[in-house]
């Protein structure tokens, strides 16, 4: 069976605001309503700059001052997500997924399906890109080509509602993860697309977009 789902793209602009904040109360309110009995919702964003702490995030893993990242126009977040610290902005698509995780897996406790759910969405995109693209776990889970990881996934259950979900990255920004070391790792980031143009970024969401549909809700 098909299932009902509204697709959202949000995005910060110069003149219209979008932050992690904003986006994280948006998820939210969607979740709510998922416990009401209402439809999910797949969120596609663009943020504006911020680095956000996971439940783990050590502060090692900080090596720039919040003033200093402040200068540099970069916010900071506290996140309920699982994992590490890591950086959200512009170049980047942050894609969620706010539904029941049995919805989403078909399995009320299926956590670990919709880590690997997101991971495969990622993995599959990015093999429209380069070829030698995988899924890796442990302490480098993630998507990677051979220059770096490109993808990463930090979730949160609350209520049987999945919460967060992916980050991938399109192209390299001058604020882009800077002043940490991301996900805990001493280990390159790399990016989908060599230049920043608006097509390109809007074709790798849609690309995205596409994979989630079918992935979770079975929808072409």
């Known amino acids: 069976m098909k299932l009902k ?6 995005r910060h602009t110069s003149s219209v605001s979008w932050t992690y904040s904003q986006l994280d109360s948006k998820q939210r309110e969607i979740a709510d309503r998922v416990r009401k009995g209402g439809r999910g919702a797949l969120l596609l964003s663009e943020v504006a700059p911020v680095i ?7 502060n090692h893993d900080l090596l ?3 003033e200093e990242l402040r200068r540099l126009g970069i916010s900071s977040y506290l996140s309920d997500r699982g994992g590490l610290a890591t950086y959200h902005g512009l170049g980047q698509w942050l894609l969620f997924a706010v539904d029941r995780l049995e919805n989403l897996t078909g399995d009320r406790r299926g956590v670990r399906k919709g880590v690997e759910g997101l991971l495969e969405i990622a993995w599959k995109v990015g093999l429209q890109y380069y070829s030698h693209c995988q899924i890796r776990s442990g302490n480098e889970m993630g998507v990677w080509t051979p220059r770096g990881k490109f993808a990463a996934v930090g979730i949160h259950i609350e209520q049987g509602v999945l919460l967060h979900g992916l980050a991938v990255n399109g192209f390299r920004t ?4 800077v002043g940490l070391r991301p996900c805990g790792l001493d ?11 608006e097509s390109d970024f809007l074709d790798l969401g849609n690309r995205l977009i ?3 549909l079918q992935k979770f809700w079975n929808r072409s």
């Open 174 to 177: 001058s604020q882009s993860f």
């Open 187 to 197: 280990a390159p980031v790399d990016f989908l697309l060599d230049q920043p143009f």
């Open 64 to 66: 720039t001052s919040e």
């Open 52 to 58: 956000t702490r996971g439940r783990r995030t050590q």
């Open 5 to 10: 789902i509204e697709v959202e793209i949000l």
């Open 210 to 212: 596409r994979e989630a």
